[in-house]
Structure formats: structure tokens, C-alpha cells
């Protein structure tokens, strides 16, 4: 099958590292590409950026669809996108979010969730919800690593995050850990060696779960919510994108 991911954000030093993280999984059959628009925010920290990814985002999307690409990761923890994404994708769309959620409650009776900053756990929170898992869920902490610093060897980002497992394995009684960036992929295994306990990267779990439902012969359903965009006149800069 042919994979495409997607990061929302327009760090391309984060786009080769969600890169990595999905080929050390995927299939020997599935061809993957990882991408990120060129305009856009260079990360991703809350409800602002996250808008202004957008549409960066779904002209990525877009583009896989004239490529012919089966389906889709969004390597973006919040999700960013997703329900606009499957308007226009003929075959599934898979949030790194969603799948590391999905994948946890399928392991542990509780999982927590490590994120970057404060301001990204409602938005996690909210979409745990939507879900249907927030029950499943201990907790969403911070670790209070700045996106950026995770493509940054220097800074303390590693330890930060370790220390806050550390806490939640503790106050949480959580059975197993959620990393809640994309810009966290390369961390889990040794993570997961460190804390004894399943560290799940949510790159690795979308893309697994993207060439399940392939497999499965699973496309997005086209009925209502995900129903292709209507034809209509799209003003200003977006002149060129309406349907
Ligand atoms: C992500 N931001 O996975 C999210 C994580 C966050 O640029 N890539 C980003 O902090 O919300």
C-alpha cells in the first residue's frame, strides 16, 4: 500500500524523524512519504497554530489524493485536521492522537498521556472525549518541553519527559504512557525500557492502524459527516481551492 504522512507543522527536521519512526514499522509492501507544508507555523502549540496549519495541511492531503496515495497519517498529536482531512481522503485518515489512544486502551486498563505544553492538554482532553476514551485516560500532563526543543540534542526535553512518567507512574497509577508530540517519536523505546512499563509513540500506532484498515479493504465513509466538499465560490487567497 502507499502511505502518506503528514506533519502539520513546517519543521522538516521533524518531518524525517516522524519519517523514521514509521518506516522502522511499517510493512515490507507499504511505501511511505512523509511531508510537511511549506507555509504554515513551525510547531504546533495550541488552538491559534493549530488553525493556521490548516490549510497547509488539507493542500498536503489534497495533493496525496491526486498521487493516488491509499492512505493518510496525521503526525500531528492534537489530531490537527482530521475530520477535514477525511472530507477529502478516499481512504482512511489516522491522527497520531487518536491511534496512540486506541492502541494504549487496547493494552493497559489506564494510560497517561505526556504532552509538551499546559496549553495543549485541553485540546487533548477534549479530543479524548470525542473519542469515546477519557475514561480510560488517568491523566494529560505537561512536561513543559517547548515543541521546538525536541529537535534541539541540547536541551533537557528527554529528561523532562522521563521525569513526568516517573510522576505519573507514581500519582496516576497509570499501566502505560502516551507521548503526546510528534516531535516524541524517537523517544519511546528507550523510554519504555526505562520505566518498565508500554511507552507508546503515536506515529508507529497510526501507521500500523492505517495498513490495517487498507488490509481490511476499509476506505472513509463517504455517507454524511465525511461527505466530499460542495462546490461553492472560495474568495481571497483561497480562490483556487473551493470544489
Ligand atoms: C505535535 N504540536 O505533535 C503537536 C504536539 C503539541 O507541532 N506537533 C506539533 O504540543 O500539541
Known sequence: MRL???NPNTTS????KIE???????HEGTTLSA????DGPASIEGYFDEAYSLPGLLGEI?????????GYVIACFDDTGLDAARSLA????????????????????RFSVITTLSRSVPIIEHNLGKYGLAARCARVR?????VLALEDATSNARMRISDEIEAAKREDRCEAVVLGCAGMADLAADLSARHGLPVLDGVACAVKLVETLVGLGLKTSKIEGYAPPLSKPYGGRFAADGF
Open 90 to 109: 478516499t481512504g482512511p485518515v489516522v491522527g497520531i492522537g487518536e491511534a496512540a489512544f486506541h492502541c494504549a486502551s487496547l493494552i493497559a486498563g
Open 13 to 16: 527536521s521533524m518531518t524525517r
Open 35 to 38: 511531508v510537511n507544508p511549506v
Open 20 to 26: 523514521a519512526a514509521a518506516r522502522a514499522v511499517a
Open 4 to 6: 502518506l504522512l503528514v
Open 142 to 146: 505537561a512536561s513543559d518541553v517547548p
Open 62 to 70: 489534497r495533493k496525496g489524493e491526486e498521487a493516488g496515495f491509499q
